[in-house]
């Protein structure tokens, strides 16, 4: 039989970097995000944005990713669910598209191509061309994180993820709470996921919005950046729209914003020339 010496050395200790935490941790419940989300939700009537749009597909199977040029655009939305979206090309600014949207149905007219499609707000088929399943809807429900409908389920966690400072090398703690918000399924007791909200626990303000579809897969994953003053209200300073199931992924860096303008009928409608011909997508 063999004895270990009680005297040996049986471990080694090691230096590991401590993570600096937030400045300022705030707490709230539930009832106090739900709260700061309704209250911002139900105070916009409508906004309107100058960015720069930068669009990326993949082809996962293929191992391909595709980066188009970053193009200057502008985004309009008037709730409900009007919403208006145009871009130029880069450097000579002429125009390139122009979507609109009603909240049901959408009309998309693509200058550079003198092409014009119409379809429902989201898709019901989905298309192999990647640009045929970018629909108005995904853009109302990432651009403002909307409020909580009365009869909508939710749950608050708290967590703390470490992140690494890219310029310092340090890492950095970041406090968090997780708001999943829920509905039942008809007949069910079952809870269907409809949208998890991240929130930072220094500002308490949204930088992660996940939300599910009826299947319950996640179908739009939106990350807030750096919030920024833009005439007094704050906005992020940019906005990636990443759409898994079809993978796709739009980055908006934001210019500027302006929320509650004044926005009439006609500034959500497109004019076609009578000339091109309109496609049905589904």
């Known amino acids: 039989m063999t004895i270990l010496p009680l005297s040996g050395c049986l471990f080694s200790t090691r230096k590991l970097p401590v993570p600096t935490a937030p400045a300022v941790t705030q707490t709230a419940s539930a009832e106090d995000l739900v709260k700061k989300l309704n209250e911002h939700w139900n105070g ?27 193009f200057p655009g502008i985004i309009m939305m008037r709730k409900p669910e009007m919403l208006r979206v145009y871009g130029r090309v880069p450097v000579i600014k002429s125009p390139m598209f122009d979507m609109a949207s009603d909240g049901k149905t959408f009309t998309l007219y693509v200058n550079s191509k003198d092409m014009a499609y119409k379809g ?18 995904f853009f109302l429900d990432a651009l403002i994180v909307r409020g909580l409908a009365q009869n909508d389920e939710y749950m608050l966690t708290a967590d703390t993820d470490t992140v690494e400072d890219p310029k310092r090398k340090h890492l950095l703690l970041t406090p968090e709470y997780i708001l999943s918000v829920m509905e039942h399924k008809p007949g069910s ?43 007094g209200s704050k906005y992020p300073s940019t906005v990636t729209i990443k759409r898994p199931l079809e993978e796709f992924q739009i980055v908006l860096t934001v210019n500027t914003v302006k929320e509650n303008m004044d926005l009439k009928d006609n500034q959500f409608q497109i004019q076609i020339p009578p000339e091109v011909k309109i496609q049905t997508l589904q």
């Open 44 to 70: 916009l009537n409508t906004l309107y944005a100058n960015v720069d749009v930068q669009l990326t597909t993949t082809k996962s199977k293929e191992g391909v990713a595709k980066d188009y040029s970053t």
């Open 189 to 231: 007791q079952e809870l269907r996921p409809m949208r998890v909200i991240h929130f930072h626990r220094d500002d308490l303000l949204p930088y992660e919005q996940d939300i599910y579809d009826e299947q319950g897969s996640l179908e739009t994953e939106v990350t807030y950046g750096r919030y920024a003053d833009f005439g």
């Open 120 to 137: 429902p707000n989201v898709v019901t088929h989905k298309s192999p061309n990647v640009i045929e399943n970018i629909r108005p809807g």
